[in-house]
T-cell receptor, first 115, second 113 residues
Framework: NAGVTQTPKFRVLKTGQSMTLLCAQDMNHEYMYWYRQDPGMGLRLIHY???????AKGEVPDGYNVSRLKKQNFLLGLESAAPSQTSVYFC??????????????FGSGTRLTVV | EDQVTQSPEALRLQEGESSSLNCSYTVSGLRGLFWYRQDPGKGPEFLFT???AGEEKEKERLKATLTKKESFLHITAPKPEDSATYLC??????????????FGQGTTLQVKP
């Protein structure tokens, strides 16, 4: 099992450019999440999905859009990148009903720099 | 407002020197408290979930405990390979149908040989 796979791993964008980050999981998890991690800020939730075809806003959704057309994939889009979106982006997933030791499974992250 | 605060921000230990990391939380109805380990350049890796005050869980040199206001991650006789950033997160009662977690800023642990 690959777990949670994020592509790309690194990307440099110019201000105003657009891009899509892809998250794919092969664990049949219902819930999926996009977080950003910045120094001194911890992990902050951007958007999340509780199932195929559903999405919702998290703590810091401005400037981002998401789609979950297939259960295994969760896409994060930046329509017009800004330097403030320079960050490390993590995707995570989990089962709807976890056992006593359940937790998120995270991907390895996408390091995005906007210049 | 739901909030998670971890202390200290950074901790340096000598190999074998036991210590504890703290996670204080204020949340409306705790559904679960989570500990993760994050190595540089990698995603967080799940360690423990605690659900109720008094609960304890152990894994190798790590032991997590939970009270009504905070959680501790005790590290006994640490080794250099325990060096990492440890993240604490909580799931609030209002998030029972979404699974959303609120993360603390983390404690970066360095264990010197």
């Amino acid at each position: 099992n690959a777990g949670v796979t994020q592509t790309p791993k690194f990307r440099v964008l110019k201000t105003g450019q657009s891009m899509t980050l892809l998250c794919a999981q092969d664990m049949n998890h219902e819930y999926m999440y996009w977080y950003r991690q910045d120094p001194g800020m911890g992990l902050r939730l951007i958007h999340y999905s509780v199932g195929e075809g559903t999405t919702a806003k998290g703590e810091v959704p401005d400037g981002y859009n998401v789609s979950r057309l297939k259960k295994q994939n969760f896409l994060l889009g930046l329509e017009s990148a800004a330097p403030s979106q320079t960050s490390v982006y993590f995707c995570a997933s989990r089962l709807y009903r976890g056992g006593p030791n359940y937790g998120y499974t995270f991907g390895s992250g996408t390091r995005l720099t906007v210049v | 407002e739901d909030q998670v605060t971890q202390s200290p921000e950074a901790l340096r230990l000598q190999e074998g020197e036991s210590s504890s990391l703290n996670c204080s939380y204020t949340v409306s109805g705790l559904r679960g408290l989570f500990w993760y380990r994050q190595d540089p350049g990698k995603g967080p890796e799940f360690l423990f979930t605690l659900y109720s005050a008094g609960e304890e869980k152990e894994k190798e040199r790590l032991k997590a405990t939970l009270t009504k206001k905070e959680s501790f991650l005790h590290i006994t006789a640490p080794k250099p390979e325990d060096s990492a950033t440890y993240l604490c997160a909580v799931q609030a009662g209002g998030s029972s149908n979404t699974g959303k977690l609120i993360f603390g800023q983390g404690t970066t642990l360095q264990v010197k040989p």
